[in-house]
Antibody, heavy 119, light 109 residues
Framework: QVQLQQWGAGLLKPSETLSLTCAIH????????WSWVRQPPGKGLEWIGE???????NYSPSLMSRVTMSVDMSRNHFSLKLTSVTAADTAVYYC?????????????WGNGTTVTVSS | EIVLTQSPATLSLSPGERATLSCRAS??????LAWYQQKPGQAPRLLIY???NRATGIPARFSGSGSGTDFTLTISSLEAEDFAVYYC???????????FGGGTKVEIK
């Protein structure tokens, strides 16, 4: 049973870089996409992007200029960096395991990390 | 980008009643739709994938139907733990973006 444990800085100032990491426990990195999803306070879910265990990435068009995802297979970790944050990036950020074939769904989620951007 | 529109925004029902939630896609997504449940302070939980397949451990009172552009999540008889927000999600092909609907809140009447 795969479990995801995530962590990262929870309070940022405008223009700083958001950095989060998600560790995979109890399962293999291979054969899946590993996604990040965020949820602003009181709002719905927004997909940020995904990374394959081989390192290929796919980002949301609205965020791709500021997003970088990476994997560390030796540690079973994957990470998210979002540059030049503003108050609009305040949200709960989730990592999720995504099935890498149709019909593409997220069957395991991390507990979420609350990130607040404030001066 | 494919837009998913969920209706109604809020559904007020009593325990034991039937809940019918709608998700409409802006273009044909065949059956490439998933449904999630989210309770306050918790991560989303996968309920349905491929429009009609229940995820592991999901009770039989949850069912999904539809194809093309119109989809439905039905909860046959609401239990206390079912009051939550429900989201639909699609990806019609890779590497297109994954998108979510705006959510339907099922609240106690």
């Amino acid at each position: 049973q795969v479990q995801l444990q995530q962590w990262g800085a929870g309070l940022l100032k405008p223009s700083e870089t958001l950095s989060l990491t998600c560790a995979i426990h109890g399962g293999s990195f291979s054969g899946y996409y590993w996604s990040w999803v965020r949820q602003p306070p009181g709002k719905g879910l927004e997909w940020i992007g995904e990374i394959h265990h081989g390192g290929s990435t796919n980002y949301s068009p609205s965020l791709m200029s500021r997003v970088t995802m990476s994997v560390d297979m030796s540690r079973n970790h994957f990470s998210l960096k979002l540059t030049s944050v503003t108050a609009a990036d305040t949200a709960v950020y989730y990592c999720a395991k995504t099935v890498a074939a149709q019909p593409y769904y997220m069957d395991v989620w991390g507990n979420g990390t609350t990130v607040t951007v404030s001066s | 980008e494919i837009v998913l529109t969920q209706s109604p925004a809020t559904l007020s029902l009593s325990p034991g009643e039937r809940a019918t939630l709608s998700c409409r896609a802006s273009q044909n997504i065949e059956n490439y739709l998933a449904w999630y449940q989210q309770k306050p302070g918790q991560a989303p939980r996968l309920l349905i994938y491929g429009a009609s397949n229940r995820a592991t451990g999901i009770p039989a009172r949850f069912s999904g139907s539809g194809s093309g552009t119109d989809f439905t999540l039905t909860i046959s008889s609401l239990e206390a733990e079912d009051f939550a927000v429900y989201y639909c999600q699609q990806r019609v092909n890779w590497p297109s973006a994954i998108t979510f609907g705006g959510g339907t809140k099922v609240e106690i009447k």
